[in-house]
C-alpha cells in the first residue's frame, strides 16, 4: 500500500510560503490555509468545505489547489498570490454548527491581518461567505456591492466556453460547436451554465453528474442526453468539459478517453503533471485548468476594481480564449504539452513582477 504523507511530510516538501493548521474541537474539523505565493499581491483563494478519509487529505488539497490559485492569478496577470483554505469536516454540518466553524475561521483569518483573502469554493455557499464576513473583512467576494452578480460560476462557464472554441479553432481551423459534442461532467454552478451556451452554439451536449436527475432534468430543458457514472470516460465525443472535481485525468481513465480535447472548469483534473504527457501522447489537446477556469476570478476582481459593464466583463473573459490561442501556438512551436507553456508564462509573470522590486 502507498505510504501516506504525515502533516509534517507534507509541510516539509511543499513549495509554498506557509501553512496555518487549526482543529476546530467543538466540529471535531480541521482548518487548514495554505499561503503559497505573494510575489503578484496578497494571497487569494476560495475556502473549500469537505469531508476528507484523513486530515491529511484536506491539507493536501489546500496546497495543491493554493499553487493552481498562484498559476491562476498569474495566467490572468492579476495582482493577487496564491492561497486556499480547507474546512476538512468530519461530516455534513448546518445550522449552529455551521455557522460557529465559520465563525471561527473568520477570526482565525482576522490574525493574518489581510496577508490572505477568502470567498466561496466548492461546498461553501454566499451564504457562508456572509457568515465569515460577519465577523472578518478578509472575505474577497462582492457581497454589499450593489448591482454585483453574486455567482462567479457563469463567469466561469463564459471562460470554458470560450477555452472550447479556442481547441476547436486550434485543432480545425473552425470554432463551430455544430456536429460538434461536448460532454459535461458536474452540471452545477459552472457545468449548468456552460451546457446551455453550447446547446445554444448548436452544439451537441452529454451529461454526467452524481445527482442523476440533476443530470436529467438539464438533457430535456436543452434537448442533450445522459451518460452514467460508469460510462463518462469511455463515451465518444469531441470535448470532455470535468466541471466536478479534480484528478479525473489520470493513468486509469487516460487509455479510456475516446475525446480529442479536454476543457473544463474543475480545478487539479491532472492527478500528475505527467498526465498531460499522457494526453499529448494519444494526441488529445489539454487546456491547463487554471487557464481555462480563471473567469469567475478574472470578473470579480474587475468588478471590486470597478468594472460594472457586463458586456465588458464578458469581453475580458471571452480573452481567455485569445490566452489559449497563444498558448496551444507556444506548445507547437515547442513541441511541448500546453501544460508546460502555461506553466512558462506564469514563470515569466512571476519573474517580471520579482524584477521590478
Ligand atoms: P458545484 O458544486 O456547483 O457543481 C458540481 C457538480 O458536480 C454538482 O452538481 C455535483 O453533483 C457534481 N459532481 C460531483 N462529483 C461528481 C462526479 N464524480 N461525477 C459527476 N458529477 C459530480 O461546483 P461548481 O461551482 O460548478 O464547480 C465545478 C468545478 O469547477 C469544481 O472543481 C470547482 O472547484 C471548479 N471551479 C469552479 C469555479 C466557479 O466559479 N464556480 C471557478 C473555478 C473552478
Redesign the pocket.
Known amino acids: 500500500m502507498a505510504h501516506e504523507q504525515s502533516f509534517l511530510e507534507l509541510i516539509e516538501a511543499w513549495d509554498g510560503s506557509g501553512v496555518v493548521v487549526k482543529h476546530d474541537e467543538l466540529t471535531g474539523s480541521w482548518v487548514f490555509v495554505a499561503l503559497h505565493d505573494d510575489t503578484l499581491g496578497p494571497m487569494v483563494g476560495g475556502c473549500r468545505m469537505k469531508t476528507y478519509a484523513c486530515p491529511e487529505d484536506g491539507l493536501r488539497d489546500a496546497m495543491r489547489l493554493a499553487r493552481g490559485m498562484t498559476h491562476k492569478w498569474a495566467a490572468l496577470d492579476l495582482p493577487c498570490g496564491g492561497g486556499k483554505s480547507v474546512l476538512a469536516i468530519p461530516g455534513p454540518l448546518s445550522g449552529a454548527d455551521r455557522r460557529g466553524l465559520l465563525h471561527r475561521f473568520g477570526e482565525l483569518l482576522n490574525t493574518l491581518d489581510g496577508a490572505y483573502g477568502t470567498g466561496e ?2 461546498g461553501t455557499t454566499p451564504e457562508d461567505m456572509r457568515v465569515v464576513a460577519d465577523v472578518s473583512k478578509h472575505v474577497v467576494g462582492i457581497h454589499g456591492i450593489e448591482g454585483a452578480p453574486s455567482d ?2 457563469p ?2 462557464a463564459r471562460g470554458v466556453f470560450a477555452g472550447i472554441r479556442s481547441a476547436l479553432r486550434h485543432r480545425h481551423g473552425t470554432d463551430s460547436l455544430s456536429d460538434r459534442t461536448v460532454l459535461v ?7 449548468g451554465p456552460l451546457a446551455r451556451m453550447i446547446s445554444k452554439a448548436g452544439g451537441t451536449v452529454l451529461l ?4 442523476q436527475n ?1 443530470a436529467f432534468a438539464v438533457s430535456v430543458e436543452i434537448g442533450g442526453s445522459v451518460v452514467t ?1 460508469d460510462n463518462v470516460y469511455q463515451t465518444e465525443c469531441d470535448v470532455y468539459a470535468p ?4 484528478a479525473t485525468l489520470n493513468p486509469g481513465t487516460i487509455p479510456s478517453l475516446r475525446c480529442d480535447m479536454v476543457v473544463g ?3 487539479n483534473q491532472l492527478e500528475s503533471n505527467a498526465d498531460a504527457d499522457a494526453l499529448a501522447e494519444r494526441g488529445i489537446l489539454y487546456a491547463p485548468d487554471y487557464v481555462v ?1 480563471g473567469g ?2 478574472l470578473a470579480f476582481t474587475l468588478i471590486h476594481q470597478g468594472q460594472r459593464n457586463v458586456a465588458e466583463l464578458d469581453r475580458r473573459v471571452r480573452g481567455i480564449g485569445d490566452m489559449l490561442d497563444e498558448i496551444f501556438a507556444e506548445a507547437v512551436a515547442a513541441g511541448e504539452s500546453p501544460l508546460n507553456s502555461a506553466a512558462r508564462r506564469v514563470e515569466r509573470v512571476l519573474q517580471n513582477a520579482k524584477n521590478k522590486d
Open positions: 469554493d466548492l462567479p460560476g463567469f466561469t461532467q458536474g452540471v452545477g454552478d459552472v457545468g454526467c453528474d452524481l445527482d440533476l457514472q466541471c466536478a472535481v479534480g472548469s474543475a480545478n477556469n469567475g476570478a
